[in-house]
């Protein structure tokens, strides 16, 4: 491809969507890395350019698709370029894309990542798919690489980023089929990793000087259900895979994500009262408040279920701090069902959550479906959501002024710190302390935001890390 063979060819790699695509841009990365590719800091002046797309909403694909787009003159200013789409669109458009986008060189698809380097070399001049989904796929052994952290703490603040957390993937795909979801249909069936591979990679992580790890999967609670996981075959599940992690010494924060609430076990419940580094915050998507629309997304659980889990979350560890995802005007949806949404977010009152306006997906059930919500309407009722929840995110936080919090540095800045607390918040700290990012500080929170909090130092690092 390069005639000069002593310029080392240089990728450039944009993600969008889910913690699953970021996980598998690192992925994708370490393989360029491994070949001798190095990342470039401006997308246009790259060899390799990947995009990592997402298709879960129009918008999300629309993004993609328009860089997409405004890379043809990029190409044609550097004609070496190769143009690589990965991710949810590359699966469900295949073919297609090449030929609305000609200057793509590689349609790569989910079950396909690790086979990118091979790929890129062997695309000359034509487009390449390689999409493949198969029912019995094995997610890799997939060693990460970090760099090894520097031990004591004589840099000086700003020090340059360094990895402190880590997502790790633990199963792909889903098996649930919800109306409007393209998922199962991008990431194929659900398949769960194997637990010996997991944990493997947990120990790299935590020698690493990893400091957090969130567990990675479309349906968390499931894990291990669908496929054996051990090497003997005997039967386990998310609740134990959280366990066997949370014993790994060093590791001083665990978190996971999603989950779907009609598999919330009671064992997995408990988790949250008996393993003191399980971080009190539980992403539990419920999407609509009414049983009618709930039904119809087949969610295959009830408002009177979700508010169920949600009270004995609660009674396990009252501290918890929960967030949530919402579709406001699903197909059918009518005012009195929207009401109920609103009526659950008054309920439940959500520390956090993120909204949409349900979006047609190609492939899905429900972009059949022919009772569809005015635009206008479903943007009243997003707008309305956001309004309430935007007020109850502010209250839930206010509740945290004059408490003493744990908080992870995240960066160090000219001015302070910035942090996150264990149920997820951020905290900016208009001081600062000799630390490192990783190391937990316990901050005194003297002031709540909508989205973030403030706070000063109340005790430095040494005393409160584990
Ligand atoms: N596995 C997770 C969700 C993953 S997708 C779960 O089961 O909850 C992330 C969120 O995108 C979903 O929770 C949903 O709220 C939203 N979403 C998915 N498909 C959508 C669509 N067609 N229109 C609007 N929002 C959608
Ligand atoms: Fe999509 Fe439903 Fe699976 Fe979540 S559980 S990924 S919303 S099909
Ligand atoms: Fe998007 Fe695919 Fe994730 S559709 S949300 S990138 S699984």
Redesign the pocket.
């Given at each position: 491809m390069n005639k000069n063979t002593m310029k080392q060819l240089s990728f450039n790699i944009k993600t969008f969507g889910?913690q699953m695509n970021e996980r598998d841009s690192e992925i994708m990365a370490q393989l360029l890395a491994e070949k001798g590719y190095v990342e470039s800091i401006d997308i246009e002046d790259s060899d390799v350019v990947i995009l990592n797309t997402c298709s879960?909403?129009a918008k999300a694909e629309q993004k993609a698709m328009s860089l997409l787009g405004a890379l043809r003159k990029a190409k044609k200013r550097r004609p070496g370029m190769k143009i690589c789409v990965a991710g949810c669109v590359a699966q469900q458009e295949g073919e297609e894309l090449c030929e609305r986008m000609p200057h793509v060189d590689l349609v790569i698809g989910t079950q396909n990542i690790y086979e990118l380097t091979e790929l890129l070399e062997a695309t000359r001049g034509t487009s390449k798919v390689a999409i493949s989904m198969s029912d019995a796929y094995e997610i890799p052994a997939f060693i990460p690489v970090l760099p090894k952290l520097l031990q004591g703490k004589e840099l000086p603040p700003p020090f340059p980023a360094r990895p402190f957390r880590k997502f790790l993937t633990i199963m792909q795909g889903?098996n649930?089929y919800?109306t409007?979801?393209?998922?199962p249909y991008t990431r194929g069936r659900e398949i769960s990793r194997k637990v010996e591979d997991i944990i493997n990679e947990a120990h790299v992580l935590v020698d690493a000087g990893i400091h957090e790890i969130t567990l990675l999967g479309?349906?968390v609670n499931s894990y291990g259900r669908t496929n054996p996981v051990t090497t003997d075959g005997s039967e386990y599940s998310f609740s134990l895979l959280l366990r066997e992690v949370a014993a790994i010494p060093g590791l001083k924060r665990l978190r996971f994500t999603?989950s779907?609430p009609k598999d919330l076990s009671p064992e997995l419940m408990r988790c949250f009262n008996e393993i003191e580094i399980l971080c009190p915050q539980f992403h539990l998507?419920v999407?609509s408040g009414s049983n009618a629309v709930l039904s119809k997304m087949n969610r295959k659980y009830t408002r009177e279920l979700y508010l169920q889990r949600v009270e004995e979350l609660r009674s396990f560890r009252p501290d918890i701090a929960l967030s949530t995802?919402?579709?406001v005007g699903f197909p059918g949806e009518t005012d009195a069902n929207f009401e109920q949404t609103m009526e659950l977010l008054e309920h439940v009152r959500f520390h956090s959550s993120?909204s949409?306006?349900?979006?047609?997906?190609p492939g899905?059930r429900?972009a059949d479906f022919d009772d569809k919500v005015d635009e206008l309407v479903k943007s009243q009722r997003l707008a309305r959501f956001q309004k309430r929840q935007d007020e109850i995110c502010l209250e839930q936080n206010s509740l945290y002024v004059g408490k003493n919090l744990p908080v992870m540095i995240e960066k160090v800045t000219e001015d302070g710190m910035v942090g996150r607390t264990e149920t997820n918040h951020i905290v900016h700290i208009e001081e600062k302390i000799e630390c490192l990012p990783g190391d937990i500080v316990h901050i005194a929170i003297n002031h709540a935001g909508q989205h973030s909090l403030n706070g000063g130092i109340s005790s430095t690092p040494a005393t409160y890390n584990k």
């Open positions: 889910c879960i909403r889903c649930n919800c409007y979801c393209v998922v479309q349906n999603t779907n998507p999407q995802d919402v579709i993120f949409f306006k349900y979006s047609d997906r899905t429900s």
